[in-house]
């Protein structure tokens, strides 16, 4: 069993930056691939980011790309999510999530994702 613990979040304005952390527990973290989603008020969960377990790959949504990005350290058992030049439509809960499977692409459908975070509250101000 795995337990994700993001952190992070923040109310912050238009242009500004937040850095997104999670913190797994368990020996195996660093086979998993990781991922992060995100929910906004009374919409569907959206991928965001993921990352290999070997940090070879990484895959964003056209919304983030070239702003957001995603990065490990198996050392301390984190994946982080810095998050530049945040627009209005980038307020969210954001959920960190990992996969199991040994993949040598990370997977972007939420639902092949085994462990999940409690999420952390994202809120930019326009």
């Known amino acids: 069993q795995v337990q994700l613990v993001e952190s992070g979040g923040g109310l912050v304005q238009a242009g500004g930056s937040l850095r997104l952390s999670c913190e797994a527990s368990?020996?195996?973290?660093?086979?998993?691939?990781m991922g992060w989603f995100r929910q906004a008020p009374g919409k569907e969960y959206e991928f965001v980011a993921a990352i290999t377990w070997s940090r070879s790959s990484t895959a964003y949504a056209d919304s983030v790309k070239g702003r957001f990005t995603i990065s490990r350290d198996n050392a301390k058992n984190t994946v982080y999510l810095q998050m530049n030049s945040l627009k209005p439509e980038d307020t969210a809960v954001y959920y960190c999530?990992?996969?199991?499977?040994?993949?040598?692409?990370?997977?972007?459908?939420?639902?092949?994702?085994?462990?999940w975070g409690q999420g952390t509250q994202v809120t930019v101000s326009s």
């Open positions: 368990g020996r195996t973290f660093s086979t998993y691939a």
């Open positions: 999530a990992a996969d199991k499977a040994l993949m040598l692409t990370p997977r972007r459908n939420k639902a092949v994702y085994d462990y």
